[in-house]
């Protein structure tokens, strides 16, 4: 019987998100492609250093415990995305199992960008570093952010997943926030008022943010069962909004039946000094001015999705990483 996806959390991620390809880009930019085929294979065996999304992606995977048969029927699956072709990909695969992470599917498309096959793959959330593959996928309707170069935030002591949210633009569409971007803070207010009631529609990672809440349904299963037991995932949302535009937002979240932890209603104090004791291990937000200080102290991802993001630069501006066949994948 063909192993199925549904009813899964899956999550599809290029190399460049999850290790550090800086060395291997350096070769690509100096010396061209067949130097980085030859370098790659020279170090095949040497496993690529942890990049952005490593933490993110090694707890989620370790949920699969949640699992009454974690091995044979993982609630998570992990699905390597790339531009590479599957020879300078081995590397990839090679520091996948050095790190011991069941991440066993892969997909190499020798310069191609595999994001159309997100649909096929049944994925809540794509993250890569190549900026068009990104915003191409958001404008198709697909859950996917951009990864930047951040600190990077792992606790090697336990197994918690910290998981930050930004709310319009992220977690539901851009409708309130075009409001904002074409009148004044006043109106925004006004326009939260008179729609408190209505209930958001979904934005790019709504979907994803679903599936988080089916782990978290299962934690409180597992932690009836045992009382002893932690829950491990930790979902906040950090957003600009205040009072009284918040009590849309937490009815929303109510509506659908979403689970978050912590809401830091900011109105306009900077997220990055919240996040930086918060410390979750990605954060996920639409607007760049809010990225560029969050990605100086945790992991962060650009979602350029609606109306802030409208002239496609700011994705791009702040993506310092090379584009190289591995780096783009």
Known sequence: MPFSLDGRLVVGIASSAMFDLRESDTVFQSSGEEEYRQFQEAHLNDPLPKGVSFSFIKRLLSLNDLSSDPTGDPLVEVILLSRNDPDTGLRVMKSIEHYELPITRAIFMQGKSPYKYIPALNISLFLSSNPPDIREALALGFPAGLVLESTIVDDDDDLDLRIAFDFDGVIVDDASERVMQEGTLSDFHAHERRNVTTTHDPGPLQIFLSEIKKLQLLEESRKRLDASY???????????????????????????????????????????????????????????????????????VHIPFGITNASGATSTNMNSLGKSPEEAA
């Not at 829950?231 to 950090?238: K, M, S």
């Not at 957003?239 to 979403?258: D, F, I, M, Q, Y």
């Not at 997220?271 to 937000?285: Q, S």
């Open 230 to 300: 932690r829950n491990r995932i930790h979902v906040a949302v950090v957003t600009a909004r205040n009072a009284p535009s918040h009590e849309r937002a937490v009815t929303t979240l109510k509506n659908w039946g979403l689970m978050v932890n912590d809401a830091f209603f900011l109105g306009g104090i900077e997220k990055a000094k919240v996040l930086g004791v918060l410390r979750p291990h990605i954060f996920f937000d639409d607007q760049a001015t809010h990225l560029g200080p969050a990605a100086s102290v945790v992991p962060s």
